[in-house]
């Protein structure tokens, strides 16, 4: 009967710690749906921050190239200075 006795409290008290286990699984489950959202318009921004970065990468590269091409057309057209002389 005392053995009978122990196993009835020890399964209480199992009992008892398995609902908590399942409260705090259920507050941890809700905590964490509260972050979808955010994480979700957080991900979209730095999709478009991606793509921004790209876009303007493209354009300096446009800008240097475009450089390139003015130097090579100055060369041709202006005169080159004339060397300078030893003193």
């Known amino acids: ?4 006795n122990c196993l009835v409290e020890l399964m ?5 710690e398995a609902r908590e286990t399942k ?3 259920f507050r941890t489950a809700e905590d964490s749906s509260e ?5 979700a318009k957080n991900n979209a921004a ?6 921004s970065v790209m876009r303007f ?3 300096i590269e446009d800008i240097y ?4 091409r003015v130097r090579v057309l100055e060369s041709i057209v202006l ?7 030893a003193a």
């Open 46 to 51: 730095v999709g478009e921050i991606r793509l």
């Open 79 to 85: 005169p080159k200075p004339p060397p300078l002389q």
């Open 12 to 16: 209480a008290e199992l009992l008892a």
């Open 65 to 68: 190239h475009l450089d390139q």
């Open 35 to 39: 972050f979808k959202s955010p994480i």
């Open 23 to 25: 409260a705090i699984t």
């Open 57 to 59: 990468t493209e354009r």
């Open 1 to 4: 009967m005392a053995d009978d």
